[in-house]
């Protein structure tokens, strides 16, 4: 029997059912982009008014809307970053990404409500912190491009018409963009491994066991803070693992209320902070031959609302 949902859809319009069944992908499409849920969702919903504004008329001409809604919701994307680089220049602090939470945590980056397959982003290896972090370093044209070519398979043809390059040009900007992707590529850890390891590090953290941190830390590990100017934390990256284990344990010294849970941030092991049921700052960890090599931590609260229960 058929759920009061799946009737509605049945109800509309096979045009209109065809559009609204490419949210996902632009949401997919957008958070990539952009490395924030709510600029994502903002930048849907702009397209989809950009579709609805045109005449009826216009969108039957339309071959196939899928395309457009992409091609628009791209190009919304290549003006946003653009302008994102002056606004990052006055962030107080390192800028990070927003986490995302598991995808049976993690709705449409809204608290409660039901759970809609279409309000998920699809977690996999393009949307680890790793990845995400890498993007950051692109310009805004080298990121769409490669996103849209190297994650979802667009033809250069395809997304010469999206960023106004020629498809040659496009080839040299994905090309350029995976350099800085094999620039910063470690050595692939089985999740199951980085568990281990990042459960360790937890085990050590609430001990205190500065030896033991340093033990599970890469020599040069770095670890990156966000807080937005919200929140006080490290302006600068933390370097070394002497450095980055002796901040740890002060911050377990002076946080005592804390207690630290596993979890899977975009798609791979990691670790929330909570105080009173309040989420206060999650944890993305990279794991490299059995050492953490890279530890990014986002305490901004604007960054987490898609954590909080």
């Known amino acids: 029997m058929a759920t009061q949902p ?19 992908q ?6 990539r982009f ?15 008014a950009r579709w609805y504004a045109m005449a009826p008329h216009q969108r039957e001409a339309i071959t196939s809307p899928g395309g457009w809604l992409t ?7 290549l003006d946003l970053l653009g302008s994102a680089r002056a606004k990052r220049e006055r962030y107080v602090g390192e800028w990070l990404p927003e986490p995302l939470p598991d995808r049976t945590e993690w709705i449409s980056g809204r608290a409660g409500g039901s759970v809609d397959p279409a309000d998920r982003v699809t977690l996999d290896e393009s949307v680890s912190m790793a990845f995400l972090v890498v993007l950051e370093s692109m310009t805004p044209a080298e990121r769409v491009t490669f996103v849209l070519h190297d994650v979802f398979h667009y033809s250069f043809v395809e997304v010469a018409g999206i960023v106004g390059r020629s498809p040659a040009a ?37 001990a205190q066991d500065i030896d ?13 803070t966000d807080g937005g100017g919200v929140i006080s934390a490290q302006i600068h990256p933390i370097e070394g693992r002497e450095e980055i284990a002796r901040f740890f344990v002060n911050a377990a010294g002076n946080a005592a209320d804390l207690t630290i849970a ?38 901004n609260p604007e960054k987490l609302g898609p954590w909080t229960s």
């Open 6 to 24: 799946e009737q509605e859809d049945q109800q509309l319009d096979p045009g209109l059912r065809a559009v609204l069944s490419e949210r996902r």
């Open 26 to 31: 632009l949401i997919n499409l957008a958070y």
């Open 34 to 48: 952009l490395g924030s849920v709510s600029d994502a969702e903002d930048v849907v919903q702009e397209t989809y």
């Open 71 to 77: 091609k628009v919701a791209s190009r919304i994307c």
């Open 170 to 206: 496009c080839r040299k900007l994905a090309s350029s963009a995976r350099q800085r992707v094999r620039a910063q590529k470690v050595s692939v850890t089985p999740p199951a491994r980085s568990a281990d390891v990042i459960r360790d590090f937890k085990r050590a953290w609430e």
């Open 212 to 224: 033991a941190l340093i033990g599970l830390l890469d020599p040069n590990a770095t670890t990156v």
């Open 262 to 299: 596993e979890s899977r941030v975009n798609g791979q092991p990691g670790l929330v902070l909570h105080r009173e049921g309040v989420t206060m700052a999650v944890l993305a960890l990279e794991v490299s031959d059995g050492r953490i090599k890279h530890i990014w931590a986002v305490l």
